[in-house]
T-cell receptor, first 114, second 112 residues
Framework: GAGVSQSPRYKVTKRGQDVALRCDPISGHVSLYWYRQALGQGPEFLTYFNYEAQQDKSGLPNDRFSAERPEGSISTLTIQRTEQRDSAMYRC????????????FGPGTRLTVT | GQQVMQIPQYQHVQEGEDFTTYCNSSTTLSNIQWYKQRPGGHPVFLIQLVKSGEVKKQKRLTFQFGEAKKNSSLHITATQTTDVGTYFCAGLRTGGAQKLVFGQGTRLTINP
């Protein structure tokens, strides 16, 4: 079936604007994760959901970042009042959530804040 | 908090040479996963190790999980140009949490 999809693939926004990044996980996957990946670094955990419940948001950098997954499928990561330091690749991953924990990553959204 | 360190950061080899990357966690892990990311691509799952001292092989790739479940290694025998990419280890700590902590990766380049 289809893999994890993310939109938009590229987003350029001006400092101070809000942005919403969307993730569409593999159908039937229970768990959904958000990561931020800087160039030359590994993915950095932001938050994750099991079904619609946000289980851990300890990686969100500050209160300008929030995420939701209202129906247990599609998720949105929102960044309010963007700053230049928010520029990065934002990746979403999903897993079956049956204990295997293998994660399937999407192509990412490259966010540039000018 | 939990940290996962990976060395080396970069490795350049001649095609046909072997390659090894090492991963160390500051805390005991329930399991460790390995991912490969090609240039311009996204991380792709390779394998998961769960048991202390576990060794798994995938063709030319050999993965090991340390006895103390705090370190791991990936060894590639006789590298090929298709092995180019960045290899990440990612650890899941004990306690049932699903928060995966990634190392910074080892970038492998190969001279054909």
């Amino acid at each position: 079936g289809a893999g994890v999809s993310q939109s938009p693939r590229y987003k350029v926004t001006k400092r101070g604007q809000d942005v919403a990044l969307r993730c569409d996980p593999i159908s039937g996957h229970v768990s959904l994760y958000w990561y931020r990946q800087a160039l030359g670094q590994g993915p950095e955990f932001l938050t994750y959901f099991n079904y619609e419940a946000q289980q851990d948001k300890s990686g969100l950098p500050n209160d300008r970042f929030s995420a939701e997954r209202p129906e247990g499928s599609i998720s949105t990561l929102t960044i309010q009042r963007t700053e230049q330091r928010d520029s990065a690749m934002y990746r979403c991953a999903s897993s079956r959530g049956d204990g295997t924990y293998e994660q399937y990553f999407g192509p990412g959204t490259r966010l540039t804040v000018t | 908090g939990q940290q996962v360190m990976q060395i080396p950061q970069y490795q350049h080899v001649q095609e046909g040479e072997d390659f090894t990357t090492y991963c160390n966690s500051s805390t005991t892990l329930s399991n460790i996963q390995w991912y490969k990311q090609r240039p311009g691509g996204h991380p792709v799952f390779l394998i998961q190790l769960v048991k202390s001292g576990e060794v798994k092989k995938q063709k030319r790739l050999t993965f090991q999980f340390g006895e103390a479940k705090k370190n791991s290694s990936l060894h590639i025998t006789a590298t090929q140009t298709t092995d180019v990419g960045t290899y990440f280890c990612a650890g899941l700590r004990t306690g049932g949490a699903q928060k995966l902590v990634f190392g910074q990766g080892t970038r492998l380049t190969i001279n054909p």
